[in-house]
């Protein structure tokens, strides 16, 4: 295999079709899996609003499993609104049934499709193969296989943020000067005798797609419509939304973008849901987020410690070196592809900026960089692509090799991560720890994920003893929970420590518990009677 240097009409669709197909299997590799291999608190999270939207929907649910159900739901943290849940939810009825399985192949599917989109927007600034190359890096990318399988917001959220884009480049397109003249009547005006006008030749085809036509209305509704979509699954991408939209009207309508009604109408379409849900309907917890992790966190930003995280942070999920050959492509790029690209780059920064410590410790609040990565790369690899395309013989074909070693070693690595570890023994360890005590005992419990594997997998809830972490660290330095155990445990029947970790980091903590008496000590757990005293 090489590069040919035109490639026909359809030499790429075999090569993206297979890497729909590598991208989907990585995906759904170890399906059935409990989703406590990526961010197991926020999937547990989605597990839970999910049951809730079944069990009230299930006919056979009793009182109690859906009373079960709702309490669950309601000590979860409900900062957006239920979207993927309420999907997946509705596909427990065809699986027959709680499954993960579910969530994972909606999250591939919506990965795949948007990967069509972030081909498609590639190949109009890029040849093919570089586009492929960059689409390559998208579905093989360690980081990317874990989490755009995984059950949260996320994967949603940032495969709608791509198609939109992806529709708001082509809004773009067809508004600009030189499209409007007519592509066929420019081709047709090189081949007139000189001083032809091409006026005439225009007035004689004219374009169906000027400014306000249905063509230039499709892509604007298109746009708005997955854009809106994006930022009411998570608002957090907000701020690439509005950098993307920013940069392309500016670029395309210069300063009388606001004589346009389509912009105004894409504008509405983008703004009126999330501003009703977030600002509005949910404005208790939208303000509660903000204090806590805006405003309480924002300190970090003014050392420079908080920067070397965050680059250092992103070197692990996406190499370093990619990073800044994504970056220097972007500056490199054509110019509406530039705009776009530097105007996300900015929406980026300034999304990191507003949610600092999230910026070095969750890796899931950067999987919307993954196809800026791939934008920005697909353009940065293109002379090469084109140089190794005009070869031919060996030195192409030697190419083509390493560029299938890296997708292969890519694959082989993200597929490593996924079966490393097996963690279908969890929920009956968890059935087996919530059977421990009584359903209406008042326990509290230092265990993991705020307590929401128990609640999932052994139906209780129970309250949380603080952890030691980088964020209680960050929030309050010389907060000791330990002299407040009498003011923690007050009425609390049992203590269940199933984070031993967290306990070797509390030594105040275990030195009080060693005064309680030991009911029960399981293979992974212990409970202690806090009423003997």
Known sequence: MTFPPHPGPRAWLAPLILLLALGGFLRLLDLTDPPLDFQPSRQLRNSLVAREIYYNALPSATEEQRGLAASFANAVGKYEPPVIETIVAYSYFLTGGETIAAARAWATLFWLAAGVALFDLMRRVVS???????????????????SSRSFQPDPLMTSAFIVGVYFLYRWSEDNSPEYLSGTNVVASEAKQPPGFSGRLLREKHPRNDMPGSASTW?????????LSLAAFVKIVIAFMVGAAAVALVLFTLGRNFWKSKQVWAMAGIMVVPSLSYYVLLNQGRSTEYFFAWTVALLNLIASTDFYTKWL????????????FVSLAGALIAPSRMRWLLIGLWI???LYGLTLPFQMYTHSYYHIQLIPLVALG???ALNPL???VAGMGGVRSAGFVALILAVIGYQAYAARSVLVAEDFHHEPAFWNQVGGAFPAD????????????????????????????????????????????FDELTEGKDYFLVTAFGQLEKQPGLKAILDTYPIIIEGDGYVLYELRSK
């Open 128 to 146: 093919h193969w570089s586009a492929l190359v960059a689409l390559a890096y998208y579905f093989v990318l360690p980081f990317s296989v874990q």
């Open 218 to 226: 499709k892509w604007a509704l298109l746009a708005a419509g997955f």
């Open 312 to 323: 250092a942070f992103l070197g692990t999920l996406f190499g370093l070196t990619i990073l």
């Open 347 to 349: 929406g980026y920064l």
């Open 377 to 379: 790369l697909s353009v």
């Open 385 to 387: 692509a084109e140089s």
């Open 441 to 484: 005992a008042k326990v509290i419990a230092l265990t993991q994920d705020y307590g929401y594997r128990l609640m999932l997998y052994g139906w209780r809830r129970v309250d949380l003893w603080p952890l030691a972490t980088g964020l209680s660290e960050a929030r309050n330095p010389d907060k000791d929970p330990a002299a407040q």
